[in-house]
Every structure is written in C-alpha cells, then in structure tokens.
C-alpha cells in the first residue's frame, strides 16, 4: 500500500498508510510481505485466480449509501468472480480514489466495511493504493485466489444441459446490490461435481449473463421456464411501482450475483446448495434464441435482459 | 475482463470486450484462461508479487496527454513497484474507467498503449472490467510477477550503508513522468546480490522516498552528497524558470521511478546497472535526520521533499 504524493500532505498520507497497515494487519502466513512495501509477496499455489472490478459513485451506488456497504460491495463484486469459478478468494488488493469532500469520518467508515467483509471470507488486504481524485469515489479491489483443479468456464455448455441458479432473483437495485453475498461455497463445491459444464454470476442480468454463457459455449438458445424462477421478494416489491411483473425483474434486473450454472445428470446429494439451486429453472436448446415457457406457450425474449417484456 | 452493465448499452460494451479480449490474445502458456471469463486463471510460483496504484485523469495525467502514454504509464507505475522489489512482472489486470467524454478512437489509443507497454515488459493482460464513470479518466492496473528468493525491501537500511540511485532524477512533470522505463532488469539484478540491502522506487521524490526507507529500517538519517547527486537534465531545464535550483528539483520532484537503494560492501561488477549507479550518492548515518554535504558544508534539509530550500 503506497500513497500518492498527489493525494494530499504526504505527512497525512503517510499517516493514514499507516492507519491502513494497522487496520488490515494479518497473521496469514501467507502474507510473506504485507501493506507497507512497494508491493505485496504473497505464497501462491500453482494455479491462481485473479479478478479486479472497481465500484465507482454515481455507477455503482450513490453519494447517499452507507460507505461502509461501499467497501462491502467493492470486496463482494470481486469475490464473487472468484466464486463464479469454484475458487477460494484469499488476497485483497485495494485502490482508494478519494474525492476532495471525503472526511476522515468517511474515510474510517469505508475502509472498515472493506475490513469486515475480508475477513469474513478470510482474505487478507495486502496493498493497495491511496490517492486523492477530482472525480467520484472509486474502489477498485483486486481479488487473488486458488483455482479449484477443473476451474468454473463460461464456455462448457451443450444442449441438454439443465440450467440453475443458486437464489432468487430480481430487483437488487433497491438495496440488496450494496448486501449480497458472494456464493463462494457454493463455487467451490459445484467446481467440484463433474456434472457442472459452465458458471457464470449475474451481474447483468439473468437473460444478458445467460447469454453471454450461451455465446462463450457456442450452445444456440435456451428455453427458460417461467414457474421455475426464483423471484426475490424484492422483485415483487419492485413490480408494485415499476409497471413491470415480478419476473421482468427477475429476468432482467442485475447485481444480483447469484450463480448460474449448467449441469448435465444429477447433482449429487450434499453441499452448500439451498434446495430451489436444484429445481433446474430451464434447459440448453439446440435451436436458437431465448425462449420463455409461460402458461403453457412458448415465446421468445430478447437478451438485451431490460428491454424485453413480460 | 468484463463489462458492466451501467457502463454502455450491453451490446457496445460486450463488442468492446471482445475487441480487447482479440488484443489482449496470448500465447503465454502460463495463461490458462485470460480475458473473457469471470475470473482469469494463472500458473504462478511458490511466491507472487503484487502491486495495483491507478492513473487519474487531472492528477497523474492531464486531458490533452498522449492517451498512448496514460496507458503506459498505467502500466509502467506497476511494473516499477515489481522492480523495487526485485520482481519479474508477468500479468496485467487492467480496470478501466472511461467518462462519457470518451471515443472509440480515443479508446483505441489507450489500450493499444497498455498493450504496447505490456508487450514490452512480457507481460499478458489477463483480465480486467470496463465501466463507464460520471468522472475523470482513471486506469488501473494490477500487476503480478514472480517474487526473487529475496525480495528487496524498504526496511533493510543500517548506519554505514551506501546509498545509490539507478538514474538521474528531477523535472519529470516536464513529460518524463508519462515516458519513464520501470528499472526491472535493474531491480531483478539488485534483488540477487547480497550486499544490496533495501530498495523503492523514486515516485515521490528523492527525499521523501529516503525518508521512507530510513523509517521503514528504523535507521535514524542519512547524509546525501549534492555533487553526487545525478540531475536530469529536465530538472536543468526546469531551474531556468522555476525559481529553484536543479539540484531542488532532483531532491524533491516525485514520479522519477528510478531505484534508490541501500549497499553495505562493494557491488560485484557486470549487471544492468548504469556506471553512475555504481558511484554512492549518500550514507545511512547514525545521526537522526536528512543532511545534505554542498560545498564543503553539512545541512539539514526537510524531509516533505518539494517545500526544503536549496
């Protein structure tokens, strides 16, 4: 974790360093060399997983959100790739951009949500960067893990394979985009099932995010059953003001960072998965498109996930 | 390397994400999954290093920089940390940030700067996110690499040590700031020689860098030579019309990059190093505090770099 002379003082700068180093202190063995140095040293297995998204005010929450589910959110974005691959999330890199009116209040309440949600998937912070920004507050966390041995691929799917998703979906935007929970466990455990072809978390939306499988996998289409959707409260809530259905939401609303999954045969018995992850919510067609059974028709739905209409 | 739904509308996005994921293509056998998937998967060693500090538009760069250059810097900050460590890098994550003010060809011209960066250095981009933000221009860069068996730290410094620098140093705001060459056959070089005893970048100025690493050793001053001291000739350039002297703008001007290092004994010969990195430009002294030996007389300068008068 260095600090940027740009940012400020440097005096202040060194001093909230320090701060920074204190607060993300770890006794993982792993950390060779943690916060404090040009960069981190880290012990790696043979194979890592590396993933780094940024959240970015004005984007992926507002100047009015809690800044201590900003931190949350910019550590969970990226856990979450992570988890869309059966890995095991164990390092945080973490770059601060900081606006001209963040307070030291602020700065407190952000990186301590980064600090609870690290160490409750068990990562460590080990650098970073702090630097001061004419623009919005920027996160971007970088998350390194252990790939699992058979990695989860966006591109294993065939037609016949089941789809399934491993909670409910639909309107996050109303809060739950600042509080999901990486599905890591699930992750690791499907990673682990030779019946699991491909994974992907939606991030999109479940049309766009099965389509970007569908393409990854050169599979043509799916047909996606409509009863088999699991609609997320939040949805139905949504649906009383938006003048959309429920499952309009459930279809098309993003960040809700469940995973979605392919499998050909039966997943086995076990594991993290809550019983509706293992009612399939659709199958891989191998005729094209999107295509929605509800109410006994079958009709197509477009994957730009927002546009269509149900 | 993925795209976020806020950022665009999906359909640009996804055809922008396959421009970089065509590229960014590697035959890097050490990637075993790099854009395109959720998560990238590499072959790493026993131990990986790793840094990840952003470029901002309006305070690492300005708007009317080479966008070729904002890239490259983008990535030569990172690589630069790896070579204060003595690291060989080896994988790029890059987040980009993009305001609305952003064309496909402005686009083009700072990704193919990452991408000529990277290939310079041997490095794969191996993943990432693209977003849209309401902000300044901001890329940030993750980068990976192959820790040495002894990593160069900042916090081996003892009363005694030589002090060195591997280049000249002021007036790189002038444009050398966007055109540095990270120091990463240098740093490799250093890392393996057993007399070197600590290491960091100049990024933020001579002395404040020193003063660093006197802190990070515990070790209580040092005494630098102003004669010995390599001034670039952009810092000459600079004292005609700055008011200061070159040798203040060597001292204290940040964003040099070259390596500032420690040596207790004689560096073997052969290596990367330039002759004039050879020849010590100061000692780590028992006494505290920074002072400067010009003209036969011994002072003290601050250590805030830029705000000391000499």
Redesign the interface.
Known sequence: M?A????AA??AE?AFTRELARLFATEDPGV??GI???????????????????V?????FTRGDSLALVGRKAVHRNLS??A??G?LPR?L???L?LPGWFTAAARRQLVHGIAKAARGAHCAV????V??????L?V?V???GA?PRR?L???GLRPGDHLHVTGPLGGSSAGRHLRFLPRVAEGAWLAGQRVVTA???V???LL?DLA?LLE?SDAPGAVLDARAIPVHPAAHRMALSSGHTALHHALGD?EDHELLFGCRGSLPDGGPLRPRARRPIGTVSATPGLMLRQNGRLRPVTV??YQHDV
Chains 1, 2 share one sequence.
């Open positions: 260095s940027d002379r740009t940012a440097p005096g060194r060779l060399l404090g140095d040009d960069a981190a040293v880290l012990r790696t297995g043979p194979r890592t997983v590396a993933a780094c998204d940024p970015v005010e004005g984007v992926h790739d992570l869309a691959m890995a390092y890199l973490v770059s951009l080990v650098g970073g960067d630097a001061r920004t004419p623009g919005p920027v971007t970088t998350a390194l790939a990695p691929r966006r591109s994974a992907i978390d991030s999109d939306g766009l970007t990854a993003g730009a996930g």
